[in-house]
């Protein structure tokens, strides 16, 4: 058997894998219909700063969370560094913005450090496997925090940078700029737009060639390996593409907040977005969407609880979920309703 036909092989049957674990269109385009109207509503049904406020961090999140899929869901290479990559995003869109360059520079300069930065990590890190690479992730993700911390000349370090300048849009002779301080509704439809446009292409990228070698690799490393996919060429891209994306969403954060410092990039935070991925559903469509709702929501609900046993609540209720659901939310939700559809066909 030939290189490509071993490959063809291994990724069409990837992808039949993958359609027989799908729920029906219907249901996928109801679910989008549904989510679209309600991601439109929110900020006029939700209409307190603080809640507007949580609005557009689950929106950052949302795009953080779908990039991650693409690793975690993808092609099962469980990532723990993925907030370093929002670092670098968020440092050098906000540097070259104070330095006096106009937003569309910096949020592109932000999206190819990320992607830069993933290349650099990935080419060594990918030449491991299983929890070796995990644990290199983790480490990475440290690393960029102690570096953050560390180059005051640059990043001011534990002090942060303070005064990052707001969104500012141009075109033709119009200009708007987002002061987020106040007003949040025009800077959540800003996220909103790239969270829709994230999870578009993580939909196209999961029915492509690629999506389907990812899947492949998923399945089996060494067979899809045998048969022909390149692996470790897929893994590097898909590692760059969610690292670029991964600073995409650290410029709309460091640009909503102003001011940004290492505290925002730890382990802890690519802790988090592990837990979302996992709780929403790795590998689902709506996944990356109900993760970061539910984990958000869920963290500011107990802010009014005492800080130990709010933790304490927190780690049971998420324990609780993983237990209950180990395919997450949206997969248990897909499972559920697959059996339904068995039950009446019987």
């Known amino acids: 058997m030939s290189a490509s036909g071993g490959n063809a092989k291994a990724v069409g049957l990837a992808g039949s894998s993958a359609r027989a674990l799908s729920p029906s269109p219907v249901w996928t385009w109801l679910w989008l219909a549904v989510g679209a109207a309600i991601a439109i509503a929110a900020p006029h049904v939700f209409t307190g700063l603080s809640a507007r406020h949580l609005l557009v961090l689950i929106g950052i999140n949302v795009i ?44 592109l300069a932000a999206i190819c450090a990320g992607a830069v930065a993933g290349l650099i990590v990935g080419l060594p890190a990918l030449r491991l496997k299983g929890h070796y690479f995990s644990v290199v992730t983790f480490i990475i993700g440290i690393i960029a925090t102690i ?9 001011r370090g534990p002090m942060g940078l303070t005064g990052v300048p707001f969104v500012k849009l141009e075109f033709f002779g119009w200009s708007h700029t987002f002061k987020t301080i106040v007003h949040k509704v ?35 490393e060494n067979l899809a390996e045998s048969l022909g996919v390149p692996t470790y060429r897929v893994k590097v891209l898909a590692f760059v593409i969610a690292a670029a994306f991964a600073g995409m969403a650290g410029s709309l954060y ?3 907040t102003a001011f940004i410092s290492p505290d925002s990039f730890t382990f802890v935070h690519s802790f988090d977005l592990f837990v979302m991925n996992l709780l929403g559903g790795a590998g689902t469509m709506l996944g990356p969407v109900v993760g970061p709702i539910f984990l958000t929501v ?36 897909n499972r559920m309703l697959r059996g339904l559809a068995a039950r009446r066909a019987r």
């Open 186 to 220: 025009g800077y959540y439809y800003f996220v909103l737009f790239f969270a829709a446009l994230t999870l578009l292409l993580r939909w196209l990228v999961g029915r492509s060639r690629f999506g389907r070698s990812l899947t492949a690799i998923k399945g089996d």
């Open 147 to 155: 570096l953050m911390t560390n180059m005051v000349d640059l990043t």
């Open 254 to 256: 460091a640009h909503y």
């Open 64 to 107: 953080l969370v779908t990039s991650l899929d693409l690793l975690i869901g993808g092609a099962g290479l469980l990532s723990l560094g993925h907030a370093a990559f929002m670092g670098v995003g968020a440092y050098t869109s906000a540097l070259l913005m104070k330095a006096g360059q106009p937003f569309p520079v910096a949020f």
């Open 298 to 333: 869920l963290s500011s609900g107990l802010k009014g609880m005492s800080p130990a046993l709010s933790h304490v609540v927190y780690g049971v209720m998420l324990i609780a979920v993983i237990v209950l659901l180990p395919t997450g939310i949206v997969g248990g939700i």
